[in-house]
């Protein structure tokens, strides 16, 4: 059973567009959560993360959301830019794993159309 | 710059094969982590160490191991490879700081097939 889902495979957005990225998890001892970007061919990049203490996180273009009680986290990236596009990989942690342990979801694929 | 490489980049072996894929982190890193990348499952965690001479299973760990002699080296080897075993593998690696959650650093990748 996935204790982190991305339920959208794959996503399609217009250049200057907002594109929302969703992951759920399941897992209530998950206490921090973080986004990765990965290109073809790459390893997968950090791109940002948020602590449960928080609703919210933001760099630059990017910002992430937090629901706890629904446990479900967002990444909003404004505006959207074809370097954006990537596989994006929402992934757990729980204070209680060791040595930063991280569980990973399936990936969303971000095609951002010039 | 610290860095983290995998060797090699692509590799083709036959069925039954012991191979090793190699993985080198010069972040002076304690924790390293090896995952497999499958379409649909994302990335799982084979194996991982906490440092010199610590190995511990991951979720999908079944026909794999590794060995950690020292702080910079991790390598995972398939003991006989099957057709499963087809896919990308990325190593990671972060610090081991009491009380948060560091970010991990990822190689490249290997693209392994398994015929």
């Known amino acids: 059973d996935q204790q982190v889902k991305q339920n959208s495979p794959s996503l399609s957005v217009q250049e200057g567009r907002i594109s929302i990225l969703n992951c759920d998890y399941t897992?209530?001892?998950?206490?921090?959560f973080l986004w990765y970007k990965k290109y073809p061919a790459e390893g997968p990049t950090f791109l940002i993360s948020?602590?449960?203490?928080?609703d919210k996180n933001e760099d630059g273009r990017f910002t992430v959301f937090l629901n706890k009680s629904a446990k479900h986290l967002s990444l909003h990236i404004v505006p959207s830019q074809p370097g954006d596009s990537a596989v994006y990989f929402c992934a757990a942690s729980s204070k209680y794993n060791a040595g930063n342990m991280l569980t990973f979801g399936g990936g969303t694929r971000l095609m951002v159309k010039p | 710059d610290a860095e983290i490489t995998q060797s090699p980049r692509h590799k083709i072996t036959e069925t039954g094969r012991q191979v090793t894929l190699a993985c080198h982190q010069t972040?002076?890193?304690?924790?390293m982590f090896w995952y497999r990348q499958d379409l649909g499952h994302g990335l799982r965690l084979i194996h991982y160490s906490y440092g010199v001479q610590d190995t511990n299973k991951g979720e999908v760990s079944d026909g794999y191991s590794v060995s950690r002699s020292n702080t910079e080296d991790l390598p995972l080897t398939l003991e006989s490879a099957a057709s499963s075993q087809t896919s990308v593998y990325f190593c990671?690696?972060?610090?081991?700081?009491?009380?948060?959650?560091?970010?991990?650093?990822f190689g490249p990748g290997t693209r392994l097939t398994v015929l």
């Open positions: 972040w002076n890193h304690n924790n």
């Open positions: 897992n209530s001892m998950f206490d921090y």
């Open positions: 990671a690696s972060s610090s081991n700081q009491a009380g948060r959650t560091d970010t991990q650093y």
């Open positions: 948020i602590s449960s203490i928080k």
